[in-house]
């Protein structure tokens, strides 16, 4: 570059005094500033940084710097001819030489960009269309336009202001138009930039779209943008929950804060997906403390790097305590209260994966369960303010451990709400949360992506949808209005079929399915069976008793709960059932506690079935005397670390 400035500089400034003298052959006096011009130009350009910069990806801020540098090279060749004696130039040659030269640096440079850019891309790219035409619509054709994938060659909008204009070099069309532009402009894709429309409004613009088979992609949504979790110019397959249609309710600050802000807050299950949502939506109220209670040294780790990197960059000082503990360590959780002065805790650890948890009955039971007595138990003994419980639509009429567990759960904190006047017990009741592990979503985008099959249980499934970061706050907020005991039910919206959220998954990827009406299509959608205890709707409410809050989309229900008395004697059985790994004596006890429990025939757990295909005579009498020393030996040791414990408490 430096090269051909040398050479194309000195032609411009001869131009210049050509058009002026109206002659090709320049006064004799002027020979010695042709080399000044190069000086002048070649230092210019590189003090400015024009020889650093790389020309594919020159932009608007690279033009802005040749024209300062054109400006500042003809400024400093005007001052040499004043100040060095040299003969006068003339203002009208100087006007004349910044105009070429300007025309030719950012001209040379633009082109070569354009000419290399043009080499470097495929021959077959893909034509899009830009869905909003509007500032991020603007942007996204910039940068798809020197890009080696894409070429927008339309911009839709449902302005009819806009129809009809151009976008850089881009016709504006009409929605109705699209179907057109399948045929004429070979478009195969579209990009939604809609980084602002509401949830509702997306929807209504993928059901228009659903019906031409093209593949949708859209930006990220404007407070992914804002916090700076996505870019702009981020692609991403449609978000599942724009499909939804849901838009949500923006906090209520009051509730929001009332049990957070300058409180100290614990999370247990922390790593999870609800739990890390919980603490993002958390760490910016400004709590005094956040203890992170996670039994998974990766997740505790993943967790509290990214809330410590965004307490730096927000500067917030909040204390955040990462702890790897388990609810069934009653010393460690008692502990942890008292060291840490905890006001709050949000309890969303727990065992949700229906299969998982049916073939695990003793560990899902006890973590469910047990772990939520042992972590209640000792908010009550310290005497914290609140206590929320994250449970589950499963745990309405069970069929399965997981929803049994969950509700046995739930009447663990109303029977101990009896017994207590300064803490508030209360749970929240959620059905399906979007992207959370286990979640349906993510596994269709992946079998899709790997051409199928995508498999549904049964294609009458039914299921609520929330995102978690709205599931987040509205456990918050309920947490806040609670008065003690109360079962807190979130409004998700209307129900959706699993098999149609399939289809429209399968065809907002530009993708058919393939079954008997059309043979030829993409993606098979294979049907598999409920799985083990699965339901296939799910409620929200026992009964029907129902009152609103504070709140419209959260629900107060008015539902049975046992007495304490009987809740303790239940819950001892189940530790000595759980104890001697007794299956069948643990699911009894759920029957017992929990009316509404309908388990299917038989017991699924993995151990307690395989012990019952081979039975071994010796090792059940091992299991069973290693189960009566362990409950012997727990026994004494229990005794002895309680002795110890309220000593040092009285102390």
Request: net charge neutral; proline share 4%.
């Amino acid at each position: 570059m430096i090269g051909i400035d040398a050479v194309m500089l000195p032609i411009a400034f001869w131009l210049s005094l050509s058009l002026k003298f109206d002659s090709f052959i320049p006064p004799v006096e002027h020979i010695a500033t042709f080399v000044c011009v190069v000086v002048f130009g070649v230092v210019t350009f590189s003090t400015l940084g024009l020889y650093r910069a790389v020309i594919r990806f020159m932009g608007v801020k690279a033009l802005g710097r040749i024209v300062v540098g054109v400006t500042l090279s003809v400024v400093a060749l005007s001052f040499f001819g004043e100040t060095f004696g040299a003969e006068r130039i003339g203002t009208s040659a100087l006007a004349i030489y910044w105009s070429i030269a300007l025309l030719y640096v950012g001209g040379s440079r633009f082109l070569i960009r354009y000419l290399v850019l043009y080499r470097t891309r495929p021959h077959e790219l893909k034509r899009v269309a830009i869905y909003g035409a509007g500032e991020a619509g603007a942007r996204l054709s910039s940068v798809l336009q020197g890009g080696p994938e894409f070429e927008p060659v339309a911009f839709m909008d449902d302005r009819k202001t806009l129809w009809g204009s151009q976008i850089n070099g881009i016709t504006v069309y009409p929605p109705r138009d699209l179907p057109k532009l399948l045929a004429t402009k070979g478009v195969d894709r579209v990009l939604l930039a809609m980084p602002s429309a509401t949830h509702r409004r997306r929807r209504e613009v993928l059901s228009a779209l659903e019906p031409l088979g093209i593949h949708v992609q859209s930006l990220p949504n404007l407070s992914d943008i804002i916090t700076g979790k996505a870019q702009i110019d981020q692609l991403r397959e449609v978000d599942v929950g724009d499909l939804l249609g849901r838009d949500t309710v923006p906090p209520n600050p009051k509730l929001f804060e009332s049990c957070i802000r300058g409180k100290s807050v614990m999370v247990t299950g922390a790593g999870g997906s609800i739990g890390s949502e919980l603490c993002r939506q958390i760490l910016p109220v400004a709590p005094q403390r956040l203890v992170l209670f996670e039994m998974s040294e990766l997740a505790l780790y993943t967790i509290e790097r990214e809330l410590q990197e965004i307490a730096a960059r927000e500067r917030l000082s909040v204390e955040i305590i990462p702890l790897l503990a388990n609810g069934s360590q009653s010393g460690r959780v008692r502990e942890i209260i008292v060291v840490y002065g905890v006001q709050t805790i949000y309890h969303a650890a727990a065992y949700k994966h229906v299969p998982m948890v049916e073939h695990n009955v003793i560990r899902g039971v006890e973590n469910n369960v047990l772990c939520t007595w042992n972590l209640a138990e000792a908010a009550l003994n310290v005497g914290i303010e609140t206590f929320v419980l994250i449970s589950t639509d499963k745990a309405v009429n069970p069929t399965n451990v997981m929803g049994a567990s969950k509700r046995l759960a739930e009447l663990v904190l109303q029977g101990l709400q009896e017994r207590t006047t300064v803490t508030r017990f209360c749970m929240v009741r959620f059905g399906n949360v979007l992207g959370s592990s286990g979640s349906v979503v993510p596994l269709f985008r992946e079998q899709i992506r790997r051409g199928g099959p995508v498999t549904v249980t049964h294609p009458d499934v039914i299921r609520y949808f929330m995102t978690i970061p709205e599931a987040a706050q509205l456990v918050i907020q309920a947490g806040s209005m609670a008065v003690g005991g109360d079962v807190f039910v979130l409004d998700m919206g209307r129900p959706v079929r699993i098999d149609d959220l399939a289809r429209r998954m399968i065809g907002l990827m530009g993708l058919s399915v393939r079954d008997a009406d059309n043979a030829e299509g993409d993606i098979e959608i294979v049907y598999t069976g409920l799985r083990s205890a699965e339901k296939l709707f799910e409620e929200l409410l026992i009964g029907g008793n129902v009152t609103k809050t504070d709140h419209p989309m959260i629900m107060r229900a008015i539902e049975h709960s046992l007495p304490w008395s009987r809740m303790e004697k239940i819950l001892q059985d189940l530790q000595c059932a759980i104890a001697e790994s007794d299956c069948r004596e643990v699911l009894n006890l759920l029957r017992e506690a929990v009316a509404e429990y309908r388990p299917a025939e038989g017991i699924r757990d993995h151990l307690w079935t395989r012990n019952a295909v081979a039975p071994s005579t010796d090792t059940g009498d091992k299991v069973a005397d290693f189960a009566a020393k362990r409950r012997q030996a727990e026994g004494s040791l229990h005794s002895a670390k309680r002795r110890v414990r309220d000593n040092t408490l009285t102390q």
